[in-house]
């Protein structure tokens, strides 16, 4: 199957035929969508030879979520499409009051398609703080919701704070295949993780397109590993109660002192592939792409799921020494692409189409999963 590119350079895989989805009951199958990102549900819907349902979300002068849907959704099953995006906060109560509306509407079936989990990076205890996602997973789990569709969690754990199914799709087939199709001379190129904690993500890549591994280790701006354990965290006590000065016998851990910034593996002379789930800030792509290239790449591609690209990360990365940043459509970014020549869009609104129709047909979902490994 050949990449399509449109006139934006935006690549997308060919729309499939309409015979692809006849299998589908429309009678009783409503996709509505909120704010975050209206084009990718009108995407998906007309895949589905679907029309997107009449939900109108929009908000008061006071900044309250306002939901109203003019059709009828009773006994039947809603699919609400509501990725995170720059505005999460809002992006989150639209999606809770949609679901909780669709609810309290007697709707049979409400299933959250959220492309992008939001606050899915706050999924370890920090320093007097909380795991955020597990409460955002109480909360859909009340509202209403009654399964979730969403792709390449941060941490394949999060599915276990919810009470209900989650289906984290997988869009590594279709960044595999831009490599393969879209970056010439691929064969001559190397998977680099830009930290240990990308690792096992590069070599998975690496393993399936028969090529080398690189790992950038050492001081980096950015590294969960090295927040601190919220367990670290005891309650207050009063200086009569709590000696310091005393020894208990239990050993201290080191203080982590790491190294300068280095590269385990060859890219001399080498096409530097970064992958990653998102992108975000990007001071350490570019820092690490700086380091590719004086260490002798030829040329610097990141490849992820998600492209938030908050601030300004555009012009950064048009500044920079990388030459492509390609991301998926799970997040809309067409400002972005505006400032930055380098950002290419790979569609994926026909994974999640596929998936929508297997739930509601009630067929197997193993086919999206195939060769998916633990490291995937």
Partial sequence: MLLQRNKLGSVRPPKRCRSDMDNTSTSDIVII???????????????????????????KSNRETIVEISDSVRGKDIYIIQTGTKDANNNIMELLIMAYACKTSSARSIVGVIPYLPYSKQCKMR???CIVSKLLAKMMCTSGLTHIITMDLHQKEIQGFFDIPVDNLRASPFLLQYIQESIPDYRNSVIVARNPGVAKKANSYAERLRLGLAVIHGEQKEAESDEVDGRYSPPPTSSRQRTTSVSVGVPEHPVKVKPPLTIVGDVNGRIA??????????????????????????RIYVLATHGLLSSDAPRLLEESVIDEIVVTNTIPHEIQKLQCNKIKTIDISILIAEAIRRIHNKESMSYLFRNVTLED
Avoid: T, Y
């Avoid at 992958?275 to 290239?293: C, N, R």
């Fill in 33 to 59: 969508n909120g704010n975050s990102h209206p084009d990718l549900a009108n995407m998906v819907a007309e895949r589905m030879g679907l029309k997107n349902g009449g939900c109108s979300v929009f908000h």
């Fill in 127 to 129: 320093k007097r703080g």
């Fill in 273 to 298: 592939i970064m992958v990653d789930d998102l992108i975000d800030d990007v001071q350490a792509f570019v820092a690490a792409a700086e380091m590719l290239k004086d260490n002798g790449a030829c």
